[in-house]
Nanobody, 123 residues
């Protein structure tokens, strides 16, 4: 299984970006999916997660009301819509796939990881 994140870039504060994560393989709908980020000088942190069917999502308090996760199981893709971006959202964003039920807010809940895409928010 390979995960390919894309959509990062430079955006002004208050702007929007949509990240995509394309997943190879025929079992995409069997994975819970998550987004994490690592800001400069900080640890990787949870951003959000979405259930296998897409009917349940959970996002970190720091992005609640601004970020939304969705997925398209027919396209093997998960998305992170980011609105009202702030300079503190600057980070490398990673998508991840979880094979088994568990705490999908934690890094250890995921088995496969993408390479990351850089988001830079200017003030």
């Amino acid at each position: 299984v390979q995960l390919q994140a894309s959509g990062g870039g430079l955006v002004q504060a208050g702007g929007s970006l949509r990240l995509s994560c394309a997943v190879s393989g025929r079992t995409f709908s069997s994975y819970g999916m998550g987004w994490f980020r690592r800001a400069p000088g900080k640890e990787r942190e949870f951003v959000g997660t979405i259930s296998r069917s897409g009917d349940s999502t959970n996002v970190a308090d720091s992005v609640k009301g601004r970020f939304r996760i969705s997925r398209d199981n027919a396209q093997n893709t998960v998305y992170l819509q980011m609105n009202s971006l702030k300079p503190e959202d600057t980070a490398v964003y990673y998508c991840a796939a979880a094979r088994y039920p568990g705490d999908w807010t934690r890094i250890t809940g995921y088995y496969y990881w993408g390479q990351g895409t850089l988001v830079t928010v200017s003030s």
